[in-house]
């Protein structure tokens, strides 16, 4: 009998250390990590749980509420914003892991108070209904814009598949990026 107990002792042992080892993991992921975020231009210092989504810390802590929460899967789009001038769903990215500066809906209109050209377009061409979707589909749209990808009526509606509509604007969205897209690339 003594031979099996002492021949179980290191796995008990071990399994001691692993569990040890992952209770202090645990507790350190917890803990606040100091984070500097360039959002709309302005920088800004937070301490967040590691965990935090890039989304979460956007509207729960910077307050940029613009930024919708939709699916939380990344499968909706409502949570698009431009990260280093790209598209990036949100919810899906984590905080500390955003490299670049973000713009949110919020940052798009400039001191002089004028709408973005895509926000204009996405009003003249009634591109939105409810509006629960119009921060992220302008986002989006102005991505698909930057990235080369309005080419044609199929590339935008390929490249702008990844954010839903439940009212169904999806011609007007269409038309809007159409005419913003002159006005964005001569500025």
Do not use: W
């Amino acid at each position: 009998m003594t031979t099996a107990s002492s021949a179980a002792a290191p796995l008990v042992a071990g399994t001691l250390i692993a569990e040890q080892a992952s209770a202090q993991i645990a507790t350190r992921t917890h803990q606040p990590v100091d984070l500097k975020l360039e959002v709309n231009g302005r920088r800004h210092r937070l301490a967040i749980d590691v965990r935090t989504s890039l989304l979460d810390a956007l509207r729960e802590h910077l307050a940029f509420t613009g930024t919708k929460k939709g699916c939380d899967l990344g499968q909706c789009g409502a949570c698009t914003v431009l990260v280093g001038g790209r598209r990036v769903l949100s919810c899906l990215t984590l905080a500390v892991a955003t490299r670049g500066p973000v713009t949110t809906i919020e940052g798009l209109t400039g001191s002089d108070d004028r709408l973005h050209p895509m926000q204009q377009a996405f009003i003249d061409h009634d591109a939105f209904q409810c509006g629960y979707c119009t921060p992220g589909q302008i986002m989006s749209a102005i991505g698909c814009v930057t990235e080369g990808h309005a080419e044609s009526d199929a590339d935008i509606r390929e490249y702008m598949s990844g954010n839903l509509c439940r009212c169904a604007a999806y011609p007007n969205i269409v038309d809007a990026i159409k005419q913003a897209k002159p006005q964005m690339q001569e500025g």
